[in-house]
């Protein structure tokens, strides 16, 4: 990658808190298009409330985020979505009442064009606007392998399963960006190869940039492309994985989370 | 089982996003459109047309009314009688104001102006959400309430705020007698629940019910959270005004704030809890339930009671019978009756195997 390109995504000086408790600490750091960026850290360290900063679901008191050529002092969630950025949650936000494929479906709400009142009559272009978007669904549905439970509400899903609607939901928007937190955490290991795999080829078959939060370093290590490491809500390393990785303070940070 | 569903696969996205999927249902609807419309009309008796098929079509309405707010979009409501009183003053006023109005035009501007209402009351649903929005309908229906018996304007000067319906004429023909009620009863329900089917089928839909299931998630993905709530008021309004606008006008023959208090609100939520929230036959089942029982319970109380106990002590019973009838039933299925007839559908599918 040339050193012209503008990244795609560029935090400066974001300060996060919470009546007082710091969170995220003067945090800066680029994602470059179409890479694999990995943030870890220990628990408690400001990655969740990083990505929640990104997509607007917090806003930081300090700070600019650019994205895609424009810079704000903070997203709001509607605009973030509008602007091509998709996630998932740490603890799954499925739509437990509704199926799989109505799940994915509700990832297009943006690119659907017709208006309520050709909905209700089925008439203009709700018929044809209808068929595109199953139609995104249902690629989403047999790239993800999901065709199985199609319409089976979510809530009867197993956890592994509800983690890859939930990665459907988001892909189902054709997002720029794509933010996970903690997508295979609770995964048994052939669960976690699976979705690997998944964000692997979402990264190369769509070129689509990922920000993903993972604690697993073999994961992180085999994955991406780029690594932030956090600690107490500030940026302890940033870099290529292996480089990452042999950082002292790295080091440190992590076998002080493994001693308790 | 009297029908099979073998063999029947969707071949296109258009089939499989059918309410009806299979064949067989279609042609229950079409059976059960053509014993509505051909047949009951000719058959039917003036008491089960006046005390039996109006008030279950119209509060089949209500229901569905209040459930596109409750049940799909997740939005708590005890206000719907006064969106209804709303729909049926809008719809008298518009029809004294503009003389020549066509009936059911003058029902559509009332449902439109009960929509504006229900918008004015959904604000606060941006920032209040559960018990605390429960309260602010209330707050609708004791308002309207007030203001409907208040100002003499509304009722046209009538003392007791009591009015009689003007006679129902559509395209020149008297819908007056009671086959002609049931039957302009029906033609303006039936399309009603056909456009709300598509509607929680289409994108505002999953909408709705991405907004109940988990707000933060649907703002992220990109749903406008307000609009799609207040959408949800203006159409659930839109459908309680009709209803009210029918109620007054094809069941009740007067048009007077006191059918639609309070007990009419706790009734028609009644019947989207007994029938089912989020679902569109659970509004059909729960108004019959509701529509059913206290005839059911009049005429069996009648024939094994009578002369046991007095009158008054008789209707008494009834009203407990009733109460604990629905505790008992929601214990037993919280989801509904809707949720009850997918069940019986599914073991009849495996019928007489047992699992
Ligand atoms: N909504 C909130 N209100 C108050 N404090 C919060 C909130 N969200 C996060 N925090 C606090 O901010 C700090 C960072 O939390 P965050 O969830 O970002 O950590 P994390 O790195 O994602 O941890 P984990 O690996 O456990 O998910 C923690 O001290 C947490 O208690
Ligand atoms: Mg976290």
New interface residues.
């Given amino acids: 990658m040339s050193e012209t390109v503008a990244p795609l995504l560029s935090l400066s000086h974001i300060s996060l808190s919470f009546k007082g408790v710091k969170a995220v600490t003067d945090i800066g750091f680029d994602v470059a298009e179409g890479e694999i960026c990995a943030l870890i850290g220990p628990n408690g360290a400001g990655k969740s409330s990083l990505l929640n900063v990104i997509n607007g679901v917090y806003q930081p008191q300090q700070g600019e985020i650019r994205f895609a050529g424009r810079a704000r002092r903070a997203m709001q969630p509607h605009e973030a979505a509008v602007a091509g950025i998709a996630r998932t949650f740490q603890n799954i936000a499925l739509f437990k009442g509704m199926s799989v494929l109505d799940n994915i479906l509700t990832g297009r709400n943006l690119a659907s064009r017709s208006s309520w009142l050709e909905q209700a009559f089925r008439v203009g272009r709700a018929v044809a606007d209808e068929e595109a978007q199953r139609a995104v669904a249902e690629e989403v549905i047999a790239f993800l392998r999901l065709q199985a439970w199609r319409h089976t509400p979510v809530g009867q899903l197993p956890y592994g399963l509800q983690k890859r609607v939930e990665l459907g939901r988001a892909l189902a928007a054709r997002p720029r960006l794509l933010l996970l937190d903690e997508p295979m955490a609770g995964m048994n290991r052939e669960e976690k190869r699976e979705m690997s795999q998944f964000i692997r080829e979402v990264n190369q078959v769509f070129g689509t940039t990922i920000v993903l939060i993972e604690h697993d370093i073999g994961v992180v290590m085999e994955l991406s492309d780029h690594v932030v490491v956090l600690d107490y809500g500030r940026k302890i390393g940033d870099g290529e994985p292996e480089a990452v990785r042999a950082l002292p303070e790295v080091i440190a940070a992590y076998l002080g989370q493994q001693r308790h | 089982m009297f029908y099979q569903e073998s063999g029947q696969f969707s071949t296109r996205?258009?089939q499989d996003?059918r309410a009806l999927r299979l064949w067989q249902q279609r042609a229950a609807l079409w059976a059960l459109l053509l014993l509505a419309f051909g047949l009951l009309p000719f058959i039917g008796n003036d008491y089960w047309f006046s005390a039996i098929l109006i008030p279950f079509l119209v509060l089949s309405l209500a229901g569905l009314g209040l459930n596109l707010l409750t049940g799909y979009a997740g939005q708590l409501s005890l206000g719907s009688a006064a969106f209804m009183a709303v729909g049926a003053f809008a719809s008298y006023k518009l029809q004294f104001l503009l003389p020549g109005l066509p009936l059911l035009l003058s029902f559509v501007a009332g449902g439109v102006v009960a929509a504006a209402v229900g918008v004015v009351f959904g604000l606060p649903s941006l920032r209040i959400k559960g018990f605390y929005l429960l309260v602010s309908t209330l707050a609708a229906q004791f308002f309207v309430e007030w203001l409907l018996t208040k100002f003499a304007w509304f009722s046209n000067g009538n003392e007791s705020g009591v009015i009689t319906a003007p006679p129902l004429l559509v395209a020149g023909h008297d819908f007056g007698s009671p086959a002609g009620r049931y039957l302009l009863t029906l033609s303006v329900v039936l399309p009603l629940f056909v456009?709300?089917a598509?509607?929680v089928r289409?994108?505002?839909?999953?909408?709705w019910?991405?907004v109940?299931?988990?707000d933060?998630?649907?703002?992220?993905?990109?749903?406008?959270i307000l609009r799609t709530k207040l959408?949800a008021f203006a159409?659930s309004s839109f459908i309680l005004g009709v209803a009210g606008s029918l109620w007054a006008f094809t069941y009740l023959g007067t048009v007077e704030p006191h059918g639609f208090d309070l007990s009419r609100s706790f009734q028609v939520l009644f019947i989207i809890i007994l029938g089912g929230m989020?679902s569109i036959l659970g509004n059909f089942l729960g108004a019959a339930f509701i529509v059913l029982l206290p005839i059911v319970l009049s005429i069996l109380s009648g024939t094994l009671l009578s002369g046991v106990l007095p009158a008054g002590q008789l209707e008494n019973l009834q009203k407990i019978i009733f109460g604990v009838l629905i505790i008992l039933f929601l214990i037993k299925e919280p989801d509904g009756l809707a949720r009850l007839w997918q069940g019986w559908r599914a073991r009849a599918r495996l019928w007489p195997l047992r699992f």
């Avoid at chain 2, 933060?216 to 406008?224: E, R």
């Fill in positions: 996205y258009r996003g456009l709300a598509n509607l289409s994108s505002l839909g999953r909408n019910m991405a109940r299931d988990m933060t998630a649907a703002a992220v993905i990109g749903i406008p959408l159409i989020g």
